[in-house]
């Protein structure tokens, strides 16, 4: 997968070592190793069946937990770094705090109370071991952007930036969002070097996802509509505006390869395909005849796209064509379109919700068809 994360949501607070849980699971050594402990349990490998659920194996006690010191409200998913799990909570006195923890041992290996308002923080991200890490402010929250070191928890600098969701990092610089509807660009190293700015964004959609890269082209997604720029200077590409589909619900999150931007519209049971160069739409496919049925935000996967939905079906879509590779799958009788789809080494990992009840899935993708 393009962007290989450790997303998967711990729900009762047990954590587990990635190294274990990489063995365990079979994960690449990038691969997701964060496992919810309500799940009954993992398989070493994924059988080969169209669908597995996982808690149908048994799984032994947590390798260790930690009780977070502060009451805490919210918990970002979180990231991992050189043998240690960061994670970062906003606190019921109003603050933020940041955590980092020896993955083998549970040992804080340090923590920082950071002066976050009231409102939420972003996903940080980790890059040259640089933690960046932002508050997703309200209009009258303070704003604040801080740039932290992985391996000793110092903070190389603190800005004011309102940024609204997670930078992504190219070519030496940070590209972020921000809630008054401008994209920026600024020196890693020196947040005050403003490489570009640009007023793209609509104050009144807030984007909740990343900025994508491909080549020299930087893709953002907001509420109504997906915007491309040039990665060197900021300049206008194309946008694409999806009221037209959608009737103003919000897309999914994006998914991008083979030349090509993905996403759902939740609502109407479609998956598109915009040309990454031109915006041009290349082709869009029905996958669920029912208008009532929610899709989930779409992964591209070795020339594949896949895409879960509402009744619990799973999708593959030819990327080049746009057409449904054989039938889809019945995974399971939940949701599987809230959760994000995980793909590794030809395995894709599903979360699916049904009557209150939290099921996990691997499907062996090499069965899907040619």
Partial sequence: MDNKKDELNEALGAFISRRKMNQMMGFGAAGAAFLPSLLKGVHAQPPKLRASPLSDFTLGPPIWNYTLPDSLVFAADPVFYNGTIIICTQNTNGTGSIYSLDTQTRVERW?????????????????????????????????????????????????????????????????????????????????????????????????TTSPLVSGSVVIIRQNHGIVAVNLQDGLYIWSYDTLDINNAVPITNLSIGNGNVYFTSPNNGYLYALDIATGQQKWKCQCNLNNNINLSAPVFYNGKVYVGDSAGNFYTVQADTGKLVGQPIVVSEGDLSPYAIFIEDGIAYLTAIASQKAKFYAVDLSSQGP
């Fill in 111 to 207: 923590a920082h109370r950071l002066d976050f308002p009231t409102s939420f923080f972003i996903q940080p991200i980790i890059t040259n071991g640089v933690i960046y890490v932002g508050n997703a402010p309200s209009p009258a929250d303070d704003l604040i952007t801080y740039a932290i070191n992985a391996d000793d928890g110092s903070i190389i600098w603190k800005r004011n930036y309102s940024i609204i969701a997670p930078p992504t990092s190219a070519n030496g610089n940070l590209i972020f969002p921000t809630r008054d509807g401008y994209l920026y660009a600024i020196n890693a190293q020196n947040p005050d070097q403003v490489v570009w700015k640009k007023f793209y964004l609509s104050t009144t959609a807030v984007s």
